[in-house]
């Protein structure tokens, strides 16, 4: 059974920066790609960023330049960092790991930025 737990969230100015971090168990982690979602109020759950297990990765638009998602296998985690945050990237950031039975989503961390 695999779990994920994320930690990270906090309150923070626009400007500022966060790490966000997800520790998954129960898997084979190393050889899975790893992703960050994240859900605003009243929008639809939407990819941050993707790793595969080659350290690929993949951003979205709006983030590129600003986030970095990495990995440590050898902690069975994956991060992202969030640098010059806007009020728009206010939201609960989930992270997702996808196996051979299935995807895998933690229970999220709450992003808050004050503009």
């Known amino acids: 059974q695999v779990q994920l737990v994320e930690s990270g969230g906090d309150l923070v100015q626009a400007g500022g920066s966060l790490r966000l971090s997800c520790a998954a168990s129960g898997s084979s982690f190393s050889i899975y790609p790893m992703g960050w979602y994240r859900q605003a109020p009243g929008k639809l759950r939407e990819l941050v960023a993707l790793?595969?297990?080659?350290?690929?990765?993949v951003y979205a638009d709006s983030v590129k330049g600003r986030f970095t998602i990495s990995r440590d296998n050898a902690k069975n985690s994956v991060y992202l960092q969030m640098n010059s945050l806007e009020p728009e990237d206010a939201a609960v950031y989930y992270c997702k790991m996808t196996d051979t039975f299935g995807d895998y989503w933690g229970q999220g961390t709450q992003v808050t930025v004050s503009s």
């Open positions: 790793i595969t297990s080659g350290g690929n990765t």
